[in-house]
Every structure is written in structure tokens, then in C-alpha cells.
């Protein structure tokens, strides 16, 4: 079992910045696969970024490449999406996700975290 609790949303302007966090639980963190997933009000939710077990393998969505980055740290039990020259379009609920590098689904999700960015 994992447990993830999203952190460092807010508000900003575009072309600012912000880092979002993501704390998890659980002795195994290393194993699993993490993404940042985002929905906004009457879209679909769709995967921003994801990060592998050994912090390689990233994948972003076209949309964000070059303007955001996913890190983690395994010691830390956290992953962390750097998202800079932020745009309204980026305004969204930002979850966290893990899964097993086995599995094709994500298993465990954070509540959540609201990142609204003004023009």
C-alpha cells in the first residue's frame, strides 16, 4: 500500500513558476513508477509527466516539454514536478500517481492539489 499526499500548488501569474511535491509512503517507493497526472473542470484527466524507478526513463506530454520537469528522490520518498513558464491552459487539479513498473495501471493516487495560473 502507498500513500501520497501532493504539495505546492497555488496561484501565479503566467510565465511564473512552481514545484509540486509529492510525499509517499511505504518502504518501497524505489520500485514504483511515479507520474503527475492534471484535470481541468470538464476535461479528461491526462498524464502530464512520468518517471521511472531509477529516475530514468521520463516521459512529458507534448504539451509541457521544455517548460516542466519530474524528479524524484528515492532517499526522500518524494517526486517533484518543476513546472516553469506556467500558462492559463496549465490551470488544473495536479495528482500524483504510482504505480508498478509490472502493472499498465496506476494503483495509488494523491487527493490532489490546485495550480491556477492568471494572465
Known amino acids: 500500500q502507498v500513500q501520497l499526499v501532493e504539495s505546492g500548488g497555488g496561484l501565479v501569474q503566467a510565465g511564473g513558476s512552481l514545484r509540486l511535491s509529492c510525499a509517499a509512503s511505504?518502504?518501497?517507493?524505489?520500485?514504483?513508477?511515479m507520474g503527475w497526472f492534471r484535470q481541468a473542470p470538464g476535461k479528461e484527466r491526462e498524464i502530464v509527466a512520468r518517471?521511472?524507478?531509477?529516475?530514468?526513463?521520463?516521459y512529458y506530454a507534448d504539451s509541457v516539454v521544455g517548460r516542466f520537469t519530474i524528479s524524484r528522490d528515492n532517499a526522500k520518498n518524494t517526486v517533484y514536478l518543476q513546472m516553469n513558464s506556467l500558462k492559463p491552459e496549465d490551470t488544473s487539479v495536479y495528482y500524483c500517481?504510482?504505480?508498478?513498473?509490472?502493472?499498465?495501471?496506476?494503483?495509488?493516487w494523491g487527493q490532489g492539489t490546485q495550480v491556477t495560473v492568471s494572465s
Open positions: 518517471i521511472g524507478w531509477s529516475a530514468g526513463g521520463t
Open positions: 511505504g518502504r518501497t517507493f524505489s520500485t514504483y513508477v
Open positions: 500517481a504510482a504505480k508498478l513498473i509490472s502493472k499498465a495501471v496506476y494503483a495509488y
